[in-house]
């Protein structure tokens, strides 16, 4: 079965210090991964995507996820968190022929001063 | 903003109630979904319309009824609901829904906050 596992419910990050949020997924057929930002009150907002070639993708918020094959794994990383970083990130996964792309639980990501 | 977006922002109502959720994307996309989102749960997606066409009904309860009359406008019309269907709704668009892989980027309104009573 086609899935996607974010096994962490909360990161929490001083400020300054690099950050990681994890996702591995499980899918048939080449994926597509999908990263996502949900902020207080707000709807998702895409933060980055890799589809094909450089496994190390920048996105937004200088944001970067690096694809890694062999782990089945997407995870997200910024060198240097901010408090402003601090919400709620969903991994999301795509894959041949597939209609729909399929979302992780979701990490809540916590940024102290 | 992301070019979609949604009416009410926060909805309460009664069982016995009818309602509308409105979305509207400035996108110029032809795909527009409609995303349940609960406290602890996943995301899940309910329903999926290309070229104002339904191609994806994820099991839903036919108390939830949705509408798109064009590709810029998506209605999901609640009826007789229960408490449980309490949740965050989103709508979200993408662009090309013809391509045969999931690789378009989705793009998500604000959300409607739906309190059943």
Redo the contacts between chains.
Sequence with gaps: AQSVAQPEDQVNVAEGNPLTVKCTYSVSG?P?L?W?VQYP??????LL?Y?TGDNLVKGSYGFEAEFNKSQTSFHLKKPSALVSDSALY?CAV????????I????TRLSIRP | ETGVTQTPRHLVMGMTNKKSLKCEQHLGHNAMYWYKQSAKKPLELMFVYNFKEQTENNSVPSRFSPECPNSSHLFLHLHTLQPEDSALYLCASSQDPRARETTDTQYFGPGTRLTVL
């Design positions: 080449n597509y999908f996502y009150n707000r709807g998702l907002q895409f995507k589809i969903f795509g894959y041949s022929s597939a209609s729909k792309i979302f992780g639980s979701g």
